[in-house]
């Protein structure tokens, strides 16, 4: 005698329960997915706990960060300059040095004690935890825009096209050595 679920199975499609079970959960991965998934699930709950953020904010970041990244890459090859290993330490400093600014102002967020003053509270870290992670968002947008500008991409997007008359072309500036003869 068939249950209504394995009638309701099998009318989708199915043989029947065992044929559905193996297609939709993979009994046969269950550890592979369920080491994958404790994995994903830590680094999640350690990157919210750590930096304040939740994991697609985070992920946003590092997507905005490898766009940046690879858009610059590829306007310095278009104007002609080589690829500088120099260079390439400073992206990931700067993305460092932001991520420390946002974990820091996280953690005094979450565990300094905060006392109101003539009944208020305020918490200043938090408000600053918010800032620097929007801050950095918005100059790792900012940053990709110069590169877009950089590339020509202004023209094919009109969006890009009225927020690039906003973005300065600022000349880079020579580090001191250069031009000296060592």
Do not use: Q
């Not at 989708?12 to 959960?25: C, K, L, P």
């Not at 953020?53 to 490898?66: D, R, S, Y």
């Not at 104007?79 to 040095?97: H, I, P, T």
């Amino acid at each position: 005698m068939k249950t209504t679920l394995t009638k309701l199975v099998i009318s989708a499609g199915y043989r029947d329960m065992d044929h559905f079970v193996t297609s939709a959960f993979h009994p046969h991965l269950a550890g592979t997915c369920t080491g994958v998934s404790a994995i994903f699930a830590s680094i999640a709950y350690y990157f919210n706990s750590v930096f304040g953020i939740v994991l697609p904010v985070g992920i946003g970041i590092l997507i905005l960060f490898v766009l940046e990244f690879y858009t610059g890459l590829k306007a310095s090859r278009s104007e002609g300059k080589k690829f500088d290993s120099e260079l390439f330490g400073k992206g990931w400093f700067k993305l460092f040095v932001y991520m420390l600014m946002i974990g820091i102002s996280n953690a005094m967020a979450t565990h300094i004690e905060i006392k109101p003053i003539f009944g208020v509270t305020f918490n200043i870290y938090e408000w600053l935890h918010y800032a620097f992670y929007n801050y950095v968002i918005i100059n790792l947008i900012w940053s990709n825009l110069e590169n877009f500008k950089r590339l020509g991409w202004t023209e094919y997007l009109p969006i890009l096209k009225h927020l690039a008359k906003h973005i300065k072309d600022e000349p880079i500036k020579p580090n001191n050595n250069e031009g000296e003869n060592n």
